[in-house]
């Protein structure tokens, strides 16, 4: 059907604006009833921070996020932009005659064409009633954010009288001088302010009206702006006491405080990691990756949020998964393009790769020289063996371990040919045994990489040692 083009219109076909709380929890009831997802790519809060998120949703209330970075605060809010209707009227832009003279009368920002509450908005009517002209806005449109930062200012996020306007012959007490902020110009929108305690508490004070009685002043004008604006905040759980806080009037005007969470098991941890990490697909090569090798890569993480060498106030985001990720199946990559190599299957030997990656993603309670390397190299080793441990009992292997005390070594690097591995399964046949339990098929790659794991397990359990020689690890009894 053709959509109204006038306000006259609009109210011929019964539409109803609804205030932005009422559209949000209209829309929720309707996806639940429906079994819709609501968050997509939202992994590991179904049964902890949605929930609290759909009861504040259909409380209209305001919320606050607050969790350690990488826990999705500001996918989560951005995603609540699916609540809103596809598209809403406001008032479009016209021109209007006063004395037969035409100027532009131009809304700052949406409005309900039934009932605007700027004075440009209301002139519209004034002048043109049912004739009033509206355009329709689609729902990413209706979403503000800003980043708290030290230097914003009121003018920013409120509003301020324009100089310019002032200029042209206006008075400052004339309504028209103002130049709205960025939340006034998010009415009915959902606006966000991302780590919140970063705002000076002088601009906190700012939104209390905003919080609460849903208006604004400007420059001592009680401009009565009944906004209808769904208002949200992010921030870290250490911002309270260390780069600022939030001030407890305007905390205590948040209806929904909602803590998030890392994920809370190693399949919530892979799924993220896997969804989030780059695309390595290639016509050329096929990408596979053992289930063991993803546990692996989550369980570092894992482990680093337990760590007491590890800044647990500042946190270790599911980033760090995702690069490491990122980063072994790069070397297994590079590995497969030097050698010729069709299939890229990362193995333990590229696990020293993820360092610099995982560097970056973590603070270290020490400071000293050389002591970073050795913290990472010892998260690495302690998620093999815990992996290896849960595929694995020792006892199972000791076919293996009795070959090695009977003389054999096995030299391994992240730069040799998958078919040499092969070989060697092939003359310890519980070691081939084992790799099959892996899931290694015929695969030269997969069986090489099942190899490692083997043995870089059996080395951290203690059952056979270890040598590292010119980039290469040799194995022996």
Same mark, same amino acid.
């Given at each position: ?6 306000? *006259? &219109? ?100 949406? &409005? ?25 806005? +689609? ?45 006034? +110009? ?64 305007l905390k205590d005007r948040y209806g929904a405080q909602i803590r998030t969470h890392y994920p809370r098991s190693v399949e919530h941890e892979i ?34 949020? +337990? ?69 990472? &190299? ?32 096995? &030299? ?20 081939? +045994? ?42 022996? *009894?």
């Amino acid at each position: 059907m053709e959509k109204p083009r006038t306000v *006259g &219109e609009l109210r011929s076909s019964g539409y109803k604006v609804l205030p932005v709380r009422e559209e949000m929890r209209k829309n929720l009831i309707e996806k639940i009833r429906g079994g819709e997802t609501l968050f997509e790519g939202i992994i590991g809060y179904e049964e902890t921070v949605i929930p609290a998120l759909e009861n504040a949703i259909l409380a209209g209330q305001d919320i606050i996020f607050l969790g350690e970075r990488g826990q999705a605060k500001s996918r989560m809010i951005r995603s609540l932009v699916e609540l809103l209707d596809e598209e809403t009227p406001t008032l479009a832009p016209t021109v209007l005659e006063e004395n037969g003279v035409p100027s532009a009368a131009m809304p700052e920002f949406l &409005e309900n064409p039934f009932e605007p509450i700027s004075a440009v908005g209301r002139r519209i009517i004034e002048h043109q009633g049912d004739n009033a002209p509206i355009m329709w806005v +689609r729902r990413e449109d209706r979403y503000g954010e800003k980043l708290a930062t030290p230097d914003i200012t009121i003018a920013d996020l409120i509003g301020e009288v324009d100089p310019i306007k002032v200029a042209e012959g206006r008075y400052l007490s004339d309504e028209f001088t103002i130049h709205y902020g960025l939340v006034p +110009r998010t009415n009915r929108g959902i606006f966000c302010i991302n780590e919140l305690p970063d705002l000076a508490e002088r601009i906190q004070v700012g939104l209390l009206n905003i919080m609460e009685e849903r208006d604004v002043q400007i420059r001592g004008y009680r401009v009565r702006l009944p906004l209808d604006v769904f208002v949200v905040a992010s921030a870290n759980p250490e911002d309270y006491t260390n780069r600022g806080r939030i001030i407890t009037p305007l905390k205590d005007r948040y209806g929904a405080q909602i803590r998030t969470h890392y994920p809370r098991s190693v399949e919530h941890e892979i799924d993220i990691m896997e969804r989030e990490s780059s695309s390595f697909d290639d016509s050329d090569y096929t990408v596979t990756v053992p289930q063991f090798m993803k546990e692996i890569v989550a369980e570092i993480t894992r482990l680093a949020r +337990r760590s007491p060498d590890v800044n647990q106030r500042s946190g270790v985001s599911v980033r760090a998964s995702i690069a490491n990720f990122e980063s072994l199946l790069a070397n297994a990559m590079r590995r497969a393009i030097r050698l010729g190599e069709t299939e890229v299957v990362p193995r333990i030997s590229d696990l020293g790769y993820i360092i610099p990656a995982i560097s970056g993603k973590i603070e270290l309670e020490t400071v000293d020289d050389g002591r970073e390397e050795q913290i990472l &190299e010892k998260l690495i080793q302690g998620a093999v063996v815990a992996v290896f441990n849960r595929n694995f009992n020792v006892g199972e292997l000791e076919e293996v371990v009795t070959k090695f005390k009977s003389g054999i070594s096995v &030299e391994v690097s992240d730069s040799m040919a998958s078919a040499d591995y092969q070989k060697l399964s092939r003359q310890i046949e519980t070691l081939n +045994r084992a790799a099959a339990k892996l899931g290694a098929t015929d695969s030269p790659a997969q069986s090489a990489s099942a190899v490692e794991f083997v043995l870089e397990g059996l080395h951290l359990n203690k059952r056979l040692n270890k040598d590292k020689v010119a980039g290469k690890a040799q194995y022996r *009894g």
